[in-house]
Structures are given as structure tokens and as C-alpha cells.
Nanobody, 126 residues
Framework: QVHLVESGGGLVQPGGSLRLSCAVS????????MNWFRQGPGKERELVAT????????NYADSVMGRFTISRDNAKSTVYLQMKGLKPEDTAVYYC???????????????????WGQGTQVTVSS
């Protein structure tokens, strides 16, 4: 059974920092692209950041570019989101997502998969 457990959320003042972690219990963690999404009050869920399987490439939403950094430790099956310069509009529930499209790596075939964590609340307020 696959589990994604986010942690590190909380209440922070504008301009502050938080580091979110997502511990993933899944076979072959390194075969998954990892994403952080968020859903603010009254808003649709949006993609915040993405990191490739090996961690050699990342992408960010324009709204967080230069303030947020996604990283991963494949040895620990964990993905992180370092958030700096937080703004009230960053207030949301943050979700970790493990995504895999079908692909072949030598003799090994990997099927599509999509898993989500339960979310962690981040509130930015003075």
C-alpha cells in the first residue's frame, strides 16, 4: 500500500519561511516525478512545483518562482518544498503528489501511477 505523508505546515508571518516534507512509502520511489500542489480557500488546486525522477530538473509556478525550492532525496524516499518570502496568498493546503507515466528502463517496465498525500495546512498571516 502506498502512503504519502506531508509535514512541516503551520502558521507563519508574512516574509517567513517553512519547509514542507513528504515521506513516500512506495516501491521504486526514484521512478516517480514528484509534484507539490496547493489549494487555497475558494480556489482550485494548482501545481506549485515539479521535480524529475533524478532531481536534475525542476519547474515552478510563476507565483512562487524565486521563492520556493523543490528537492528530493531518493535514498530517503522524501521530497521537500522550501518556502521563503511567504505571502498571505500562499495560504493553502499543500499536497504532495507522486506521478509516473509508463516507461521502460532497460529490461524493466514501469506502469502509470498517481498517488496523493492528505495535505498539510500552511497559513501566512500576521
Amino acid at each position: 500500500q502506498v502512503h504519502l505523508v506531508e509535514s512541516g505546515g503551520g502558521l507563519v508571518q508574512p516574509g517567513g519561511s517553512l519547509r514542507l516534507s513528504c515521506a513516500v512509502s512506495v516501491m521504486a520511489f526514484s521512478t516517480y516525478t514528484m509534484n507539490w500542489f496547493r489549494q487555497g480557500p475558494g480556489k482550485e488546486r494548482e501545481l506549485v512545483a515539479t521535480i524529475t525522477r533524478t532531481g536534475d530538473s525542476t519547474n515552478y509556478a510563476d507565483s512562487v518562482m524565486g521563492r520556493f525550492t523543490i528537492s528530493r532525496d531518493n535514498a530517503k524516499s522524501t521530497v521537500y518544498l522550501q518556502m521563503k518570502g511567504l505571502k498571505p496568498e500562499d495560504t493553502a493546503v499543500y499536497y504532495c503528489n507522486a506521478e509516473r507515466r509508463p516507461y521502460r528502463d532497460g529490461p524493466d517496465w514501469y506502469t502509470a501511477a498517481d498517488y496523493w498525500g492528505q495535505g498539510t495546512q500552511v497559513t501566512v498571516s500576521s
